[in-house]
């Protein structure tokens, strides 16, 4: 059985690997939440799930089957079906569902900090956005980015996630209807239907940088091209429209053109 532990004053990753029999690995992607893929951040009165073997353990996302979690993390899929997982021979997950992935492999831990994450360039005195050949100027940046949910919880891809090295943003939880805030201040550049990103809002911030939210319910956006925008203000709702398997905002940061890790600079 999956049990927990609550971390003790002195623990380490690599400690409680051996406590347990496990290697250093199996610990952190079974709570990859709890750590928040930086083993480093481990401190006193933190839970944390032990599996009974080395893997994965994995939270169901909507519409994933059996055979997509094995693929993900390179096992057979009747892997899936043993003693710890409550899923009869065929049967498919539910959304939520925590399943056991014995011998599953996760992305490659980083057990060092990175270097001191790049600074934003700072505040701007304005925006500027083109719509329709016409150019807007709106309030320049703050220097600094709010959370779009107003929360730090992941419900989806990380940025070049492992199991989607191409996704390009953070998958933020959230469910339909709540509401989506401004990152930072700026002008919208994009508001509308964007292929897959569905419903989206793009924001200049006249410093180099600019902002996406995708997936946005149809018909909630609060603003159009050209509009300014201040930050924490309300620009849509959230939705699952465009190339998603359920409500969660896509949310993207691009410097200079080029995306970046949202996590980096997430207060």
Partial sequence: MVQTYIVQSGDTVFGIAVKFGLS?????????????????????????????????????????????????????????????????????????????????????????????????????????????????????????????????????????DPRNPTHIGLDYRCRSGDPIYAADSGVVTIAGWNGGYGIMVELDHGNGFRTRYAHLREGSLTLGCGHSVQQGDVIGYCGSTGWSSGAHLHFEIRLNGVPVDPLVYQP
């Fill in 24 to 160: 250093p690995e199996t610990i952190v992607w079974s709570n990859r939440e709890a750590l928040m893929d930086a083993p480093w951040l481990i401190k006193p009165g933190l839970a944390l799930s032990i599996l009974p073997v080395n893997g994965v353990y994995h939270t169901t996302r909507a519409g994933e089957t059996v055979s997509d979690i094995a693929s993900s993390y390179g096992v057979q899929p009747v892997a899936l079906y043993n003693e710890w997982n409550a899923l009869e021979e065929g049967q498919q997950p539910s959304e939520g569902q925590l399943l056991v992935v014995p011998g599953g492999k996760g992305a490659d831990v980083e057990w060092e900090p990175p270097p001191p994450p790049p600074r934003l360039p700072g505040p701007a005195r304005f925006s500027y956005g083109v719509c329709g050949g016409v150019e807007y100027a709106g309030p320049g940046a703050t220097g600094w980015f709010a959370l779009p949910t107003g929360s730090p919880a992941v419900s989806g891809w990380y940025f070049h």
